[in-house]
């Protein structure tokens, strides 16, 4: 503010002799009045001004807050910005376990196949298809199939693609016992389903890449080499909590869907992945609980 104003300030416009009629001069009287008592204000209540200044930061910085995670979701990290867009459906509840990989003893799911190991992996994949609610379908903007009764939407856990994919492999694995005799054509089959799975575990351990450390150790003074150990304590999931809160949400694999053009149908959800190439093995002593299971 200049000499002049400062000094026009502390006058009194009216005993001045501005001529109120003459548009200019009433202009003159209100932005002087107007300025003066702005300037008496501040000065006589310094922390106003200081609060003005602050509240004005704030709003800066929440709005650029907005626009940063808007624009560059990345800038408060990926996971983060992740988690706001999809909430956690599943609760996760983390423990250390030490679990073992090459002793069979110790796992239900190893060894050579038997009637146990079997029905350990086939119940493993019998909670694949869920209920989606509504609110989470529209807040996640995901393409979704609507079930034809009680407003849900069909959907999966990853981890039970990963358990069927394993699980395949595993039947494979094991061809005699699990398979009749397989033909050229069978085989076929097995190579582009497999090859699928192979690649959808892969990145599955990519993504979810394990580092918990496993160390090496001497099992005799005259080993050619140290062995790992499988045993080591890792930070896991508590796999009974997932179990349950599928099992509360899971619905049969031949659920009533609805089509596009609105017309209800019921879908056997078997098999997702269909290959384009081959003929489909038959299995042996087919297990009858696995009719209605993803696991062919």
């Given at each position: 503010?200049?000499?002049?104003?400062?000094?026009?300030?502390?006058?009194?416009?009216?005993?001045?002799?501005?001529?109120?009629?003459?548009?200019?001069?009433?202009?003159?009287?209100?932005?002087?009045?107007?300025?003066?008592?702005?300037?008496?204000?501040?000065?006589?209540?310094?922390?106003?001004?200081?609060?003005?200044?602050?509240?004005?930061?704030?709003?800066?910085?929440?709005?650029?807050?907005?626009?940063?995670?808007?624009?560059?979701?990345?800038?408060?990290?990926?996971?983060?910005?992740?988690?706001?867009?999809?909430?956690?459906?599943?609760?996760?509840?983390?423990?250390?376990?030490?679990?073992?990989?090459?002793?069979?003893?110790?796992?239900?799911?190893?060894?050579?196949?038997?009637?146990?190991?079997?029905k350990a992996w086939d119940d493993l994949v019998k909670r694949v298809i869920l209920i989606q609610p509504r609110k989470i379908a529209v807040e996640t903007n995901y393409t979704a199939v609507r079930l034809a009764e009680g407003g849900g939407y069909l959907a999966g856990l990853?981890?039970?693609?990963?358990?069927?994919?394993?699980?395949?492999?595993?039947?494979?694995?094991?061809?005699?016992?699990?398979?009749?005799?397989?033909?050229?054509?069978?085989?076929?089959?097995?190579?582009?389903?497999?090859?699928?799975?192979?690649?959808?575990?892969?990145?599955?351990?990519?993504?979810?890449?394990?580092?918990?450390?496993?160390?090496?150790?001497?099992?005799?003074?005259?080993?050619?080499?140290?062995?790992?150990?499988?045993?080591?304590?890792?930070?896991?999931?508590?796999?009974?909590?997932?179990?349950?809160?599928?099992?509360?949400?899971?619905?049969?694999?031949?659920?009533?869907?609805?089509?596009?053009?609105?017309?209800?149908?019921?879908?056997?959800?078997?098999?997702?992945?269909?290959?384009?190439?081959?003929?489909?093995?038959?299995?042996?002593?087919?297990?009858p609980s696995l009719d209605a299971v993803w696991a062919d």
């Amino acid at each position: 503010m200049g000499h002049e104003e400062r000094a026009l300030l502390q006058k009194d416009p009216l005993e001045e002799g501005f001529e109120v009629e003459d548009c200019e001069g009433a202009w003159r009287i209100w932005r002087f009045s107007n300025n003066r008592e702005k300037l008496v204000l501040l000065q006589k209540r310094p922390f106003f001004t200081v609060y003005l200044i602050f509240i004005h930061l704030v709003c800066l910085v929440l709005l650029g807050t907005v626009v940063c995670n808007t624009i560059y979701p990345s800038f408060f990290g990926v996971e983060d910005a992740f988690d706001r867009q999809l909430p956690h459906l599943v609760p996760k509840n983390y423990e250390l376990r030490k679990e073992y990989s090459s002793d069979h003893a110790h796992n239900k799911y190893t060894g050579l196949p038997n009637e146990n190991n079997t029905k350990a992996w086939d119940d493993l994949v019998k909670r694949v298809i869920l209920i989606q609610p509504r609110k989470i379908a529209v807040e996640t903007n995901y393409t979704a199939v609507r079930l034809a009764e009680g407003g849900g939407y069909l959907a999966g856990l990853g981890v039970w693609h990963d358990i069927h994919c394993l699980r395949r492999i595993r039947l494979y694995l094991h061809a005699n016992y699990y398979y009749q005799p397989l033909t050229e054509k069978n085989l076929e089959y097995l190579r582009e389903h497999l090859g699928h799975c192979i690649e959808g575990l892969r990145q599955t351990v990519m993504c979810n890449a394990d580092t918990s450390i496993y160390t090496f150790t001497w099992e005799n003074a005259t080993d050619r080499r140290p062995n790992p150990q499988s045993n080591q304590y890792r930070k896991c999931i508590n796999w009974d909590t997932v179990w349950n809160w599928v099992d509360e949400r899971h619905i049969p694999l031949n659920p009533w869907l609805l089509r596009p053009t609105g017309v209800a149908d019921k879908i056997m959800m078997r098999g997702l992945l269909t290959p384009t190439k081959g003929e489909k093995p038959v299995l042996k002593n087919r297990n009858p609980s696995l009719d209605a299971v993803w696991a062919d």
